[in-house]
């Protein structure tokens, strides 16, 4: 290594970080770091230099961001990013450019990882960034959250409240927890194992959970990878997941947000009255009493008590603590009826229509304290297409959030004549088998707050248990929203028909039977 490159550490700090280097520039690095150890230290003491530097500043740390199907890490700042990078570069990178085993003295002693990313809750538990971890057991407690650079090359997320314990450097015990791990080509085999298991990579990224009565849980995000249980093996693939237990390996839904999903997902209900406990404490009710629970049925609009005609910004006549509705629509004194399987659901009369322009629908607003930030939500509706037209006609009901932002779409889709839904501005839409027809049909949404998911069910038996029943599409992640609107357009004068739009905290309360 040059002595300028040997002097000047804090600009290979940065250009690292920023990725502003050549191949050849990263193979004369590797080069100068293999030949001499006592290289290789000094820069590492220069990046933990910087990272103690940083961390005493007192920096303030941005909110954490939650992308749907994606987890964001709390972010403090430059040097710390560029402690992992280089860290990860150093060790990582050089394993794989030379399948050679990097041993990287740390104050006189060998590690096995190094903290690469942390939230403050984990700094007071002592897994700051760029701390170095050997072959130990780790306890992180309720709301830490670290990232974890293995130094052969994995990566790990996990969320506290956790316990493990670092066996090598392609290894892990998980006793209690929820790790998210990475492992490119060059970490293939790096292993999870549990009381009930081993869960083994294959060149992908997946979510291990473990320490509850659920048994290990396994969720495949990318890739592939061998669930060994007992010495029996079984493949997982991308967007699959199972449950070791009991000797076995059982199916699970797969939930691609496992990594933020409470260790235990199944909400206690101390008093078994159907509703959770956090959701009756959210709405002020006694979570230990049966006889005291919130109303179940937030809101309900059978657009029954409105002038027959268009109109612009009408004051809400349903029920539920919306105010008015916002845009234009036309009020019909005829609704939809709707029955399937020898049952009819509820109809109370009126009945609404859009305008048929695409930019023009109707929305409500709810407000702060309608709906719980946990458990499940449900939505249902009613939807007729009184004519059916090709090219770029569209109708449906959307979530959104602060007006522009949309959430989800569930109807019918443009530019094809199917319905479908469509989670946030997703260019992706989900096609489903019914082709739009002029019939009535019934969408129920469902939208679990607690496992991250949202599903979609289309013209559901009326005669059907909730737990009997399949939906027809599933979108991973649960949309964050403020309103909801009804709208179409497209084609000129493309009109759809809505009524009896429900929202509730049960399946039964938003699919009332009429007697």
């Known amino acids: 290594m040059s002595e300028d490159m040997d002097r000047d550490w804090q600009e290979w700090i ?40 940083d961390l005493k500043a007192g920096l303030s740390m ?21 402690v992992a990078a280089a860290v990860a570069f150093s060790v990582g990178t050089i ?22 990313d942390s939230n403050p809750i984990a700094d007071e538990a002592g897994l700051r960034i760029g701390a170095p971890l050997q072959a130990g057991e780790i306890s992180l407690p309720e709301g830490a959250r670290v990232g974890i650079a293995m130094r052969k090359g994995a990566s790990l997320e996990v969320n506290g409240p956790a316990r493990f314990r670092i066996d090598d450097a392609m290894r892990i015990y998980l006793y209690e927890g929820r790790v998210q791990t990475y492992a490119p080509e060059y970490a293939h085999g790096f292993t999870i194992e549990t009381d009930e298991g081993k869960v083994i990579d294959l060149g992908t990224r997946f979510v291990t959970t473990s320490g509850t009565e659920l048994g290990t849980e396994i969720h495949v995000n990318e890739g592939l990878v061998e669930a060994d249980v007992n010495d029996q093996v079984t493949q997982l693939a991308e967007g699959q997941a199972g449950i ?99 049952k009819q659901l509820l109809s109370k009369g009126g009945g609404f229509s859009t305008v048929g322009i695409g930019h023009i629908g109707n929305s409500l607003y709810f407000k702060e304290g309608d709906l719980p930030d946990q458990g499940v939500i449900y939505m249902s509706f009613l939807m007729k297409v009184p004519e059916v037209k090709s090219g770029h006609s569209f109708g449906g009901f959307l979530l959104y959030n602060d007006t522009y932002n949309e959430k989800l779409f ?21 096609r489903y088998p019914q082709e739009v027809d002029t019939d009535v049909h019934l969408f129920v949404i469902r939208i679990d707050r607690t496992r991250q998911v949202t599903d979609i069910f289309m ?31 497209g084609a000129k004068g493309y009109v759809t028909l809505f009524d009896e739009l429900r929202v509730a905290l049960s399946w039964g309360a938003v699919l009332p039977l009429a007697d």
């Not at 394993?95 to 690469?116: C, D, R």
């Not at 005609?309 to 709707?338: C, H, V």
């Open 410 to 430: 569930v109807g019918d889709l443009s530019p094809v004549t199917q319905f479908g839904s469509r989670y946030e501005e997703s260019s992706v839409q989900t």
């Open 244 to 342: 070791l237990k009991d000797g076995k390996l059982s199916s699970t839904d797969y939930l691609a947000n496992r990594l933020n999903v409470p260790l235990d997902p199944t909400l206690k209900d101390s008093d078994g009255d159907g509703v959770s406990d956090v959701v009756e404490r959210f709405y002020g009710n006694d979570p230990n009493d049966s006889s005291d629970h919130p109303r179940m049925l937030r809101l309900e609009e059978s657009f029954v008590g409105y002038k027959d005609g268009e109109r612009e910004d009408e004051p809400f006549m349903g029920t539920g603590s919306a105010e008015r509705w916002k845009g234009r629509g036309i009020y019909l004194g005829q609704g939809l009826e709707y029955r399937n399987h020898g």
């Open 14 to 53: 940065d250009r690292i970080e920023r990725e502003d280097v050549t191949e050849e520039e990263l193979r004369e690095f590797r080069a100068a770091l293999e030949s001499s150890p006592e290289q290789m230290e000094h820069y590492l003491e220069a990046l933990m230099v910087e990272s103690s530097l």
């Open 62 to 82: 941005p909110a954490p961001t939650e992308a749907a199907g994606k987890v964001t890490f709390l972010q403090r700042c430059k040097l710390p990013l560029a």
């Open 95 to 116: 394993m794989f450019l030379t399948n050679q085993e990097a041993s990287v003295p740390v104050s006189g002693e060998s590690y096995l990882a190094t903290v690469s």
């Open 459 to 489: 013209d559901p038996p009326l005669d059907a248990l909730e737990h009997d029943l399949k939906p027809t599409h599933r979108h991973q992640g649960s949309p964050d929203f403020d309103s909801l609107m009804l709208r179409s357009g």
